[in-house]
């Protein structure tokens, strides 16, 4: 467990102890494939490597790093290794300054500038451009520039969904989405001793390493962790709710801290979900985008999770009329048969219920075939019959 310190006295901070700090050491120095499109070769970084050379190349242009975390499924396994969550996000925190675009524009210029640091040998960098770097090795970028919301994130390429994740945040309303996910290891002491220490680490020799929770309570959000218990603080607050992270959380065999009061924090999951994705589409690719990132290499995972998705959205929805609840349920119900095609399962049929809407061509006496396409599956705003499949 995460030892008390003098030095962290608030309810929210904790000292790492040697067996952690010792599991932190091995998450920044991993080595990391960062898988480049077409002909561009793949680069190999550490988390510890990029942090150093953007935080360099960054005071070198200016911008101050106040410090540097590690956040999100990668901090809970470092403080808890058999989590139930895993370790597949690779999330930085680069805490800045950005009061206005042209600071948005430098840190985004850095970043791809610093990835010119790690190709392999003989690959002449002369003429790659930022431009050249962003459509090679970037997944996603993100800037947010609002009253109460000031941040940006860049996202780099790693097809087994290890993606690194580097964000830059001046402010923001919300950090972390349950208890369990809260969890920020601050890396400066750890950086500083790798720049200017030549000693190996031991566990009588090591740097102090302090971890935060933003949940506000460290003590009962690290309890969370090991128990695998479900909780958080105004779930309206969180974009979609909370309401995907919620269904995974449960796939991972978490279970609510809170029984009785379990089907109102459901509710307002659900009504927070549909108020940011009303539109179908909207929630299509939200659904498929969410699985893509979070169950790679888990592809039997998803149809359990579709599963509950959908329990949670039948039993707790109430802010829906009729016909888009059920648009959203038959949508679910879709994608989970979907993912039952591509992995060439035959469910139970006892625990199963199928749904189909009969083509013209079924009624030709020559038709005897049936075969699931291969393009984009398409859905419509409107209503269609759906007839139960006995």
């Known amino acids: 467990m995460a030892g008390k310190g003098s030095n962290t006295d608030c309810m929210s901070c904790s000292v790492l102890n040697w067996e952690q700090v010792s599991r932190l050491h091995e998450v920044l120095t991993e080595v990391v494939p960062i898988h480049g499109r077409g002909n561009f070769p793949t680069l190999k970084i550490t988390l510890k490597d990029i942090v150093q050379t953007v935080r360099s190349r960054l005071s070198e242009a200016g911008i101050v790093v106040h410090d540097v975390r590690l956040n999100g499924s990668a901090a809970g396994h470092v403080l808890v290794k058999d989590n139930g969550l895993g370790c597949k996000d690779l999330d930085l925190i680069f805490q800045v300054s950005l009061p206005s675009e042209a600071e948005f524009q430098l840190v985004r210029d850095v970043v791809l500038r610093s990835l010119l640091n790690f190709l392999p040998e003989g690959v002449s960098k002369l003429k790659i451009s930022p431009i050249t770097l962003k459509e090679a090795y970037i997944q996603k970028l993100v800037k947010v520039y609002t009253e109460s919301d ?25 950090q972390f989405e349950f208890s369990v996910d809260s969890f920020q290891i601050i890396l ?40 695998k218990l479900i909780a958080t603080k105004n779930p309206e607050e969180i974009r979609g709710g909370g309401l995907l992270k919620y269904s995974n959380l449960l796939v991972r065999d978490f279970r609510p801290m809170d029984k009785d009061g379990i089907k109102t924090l459901e509710r307002y999951m659900c009504s927070r979900f549909f108020i ?33 998705l959908r329990r949670v959205v039948n039993e707790s929805t109430v802010c829906l009329m009729g016909h888009e609840r059920r648009q959203t349920l038959n949508l679910i119900s879709l994608l989970a048969l979907k993912v039952l095609a591509e992995q060439n399962i035959i469910p139970n049929a006892t625990n199963v219920t199928c749904y189909y809407q009969p083509a013209p061509y079924v009624s030709d006496v020559n038709f005897s075939n049936y075969y699931l396409a291969n393009a984009p599956m398409p859905y419509s705003q409107s209503c269609p019959t759906w007839l139960p499949c006995n």
């Open 188 to 227: 400066d002491s750890l950086l500083f001793y790798y720049d200017y220490s030549e000693t190996p680490m031991s566990e009588h020799f090591h740097p102090t390493v302090v971890g935060e929770s933003m949940y506000g309570d460290f003590e009962a959000a690290f309890d969370h962790l090991q128990n």
């Open 276 to 308: 940011d994705f009303p539109d179908i589409l909207d929630q299509q690719r939200k659904l498929e985008t969410y699985l893509q990132n979070h169950f790679s290499r888990e592809e039997r995972s998803k149809y359990d999770y579709l599963m509950i």
């Open 150 to 174: 000031r941040w940006s994130l860049i996202s780099l390429s790693n097809k087994h969904g290890r993606n690194v994740e580097l964000k830059f945040v001046d402010c923001i309303r919300r």
